[in-house]
């Protein structure tokens, strides 16, 4: 796998946090961003990526908010396996 640019992690980034609002402790978003950088260094895919989150997500917060992470990195999931 091949590194991710910085952009598009950040806009993820983003994504998650602005769905979790204030709802999330500093450890908690430290936990995805070390996720976000795995995808970033090429380790894993963003799919897996964001499955990882959404399961964080699910178990510490709230499905609600995990499933509107997973619709809301969907299209980006979907935009890096068609290569793009």
Same mark, same amino acid.
């Given at each position: 796998?091949?590194?991710?640019?910085?952009?598009?992690?950040e806009?993820?980034?983003?994504t998650i946090r602005a769905v979790l609002g204030g709802k999330?402790? $500093?450890i908690?978003?430290?936990?995805? $961003?070390?996720i976000l950088a795995e995808w970033a260094s090429g380790k894993i895919t963003a799919a897996q990526?964001?499955?990882k989150v959404q399961k964080l997500v699910s178990l510490f917060i709230g499905?609600?908010?995990?499933k509107e992470i997973a619709?809301?990195?969907s299209p980006m999931v979907k935009k890096e396996s068609a290569g793009g």
């Open positions: 796998m091949n590194p991710v640019p910085k952009e598009r992690v806009q993820v980034r983003d999330a402790s $500093d908690f978003l430290g936990r995805i $961003d070390a990526a964001c499955k499905e609600d908010l995990a619709n809301r990195c």
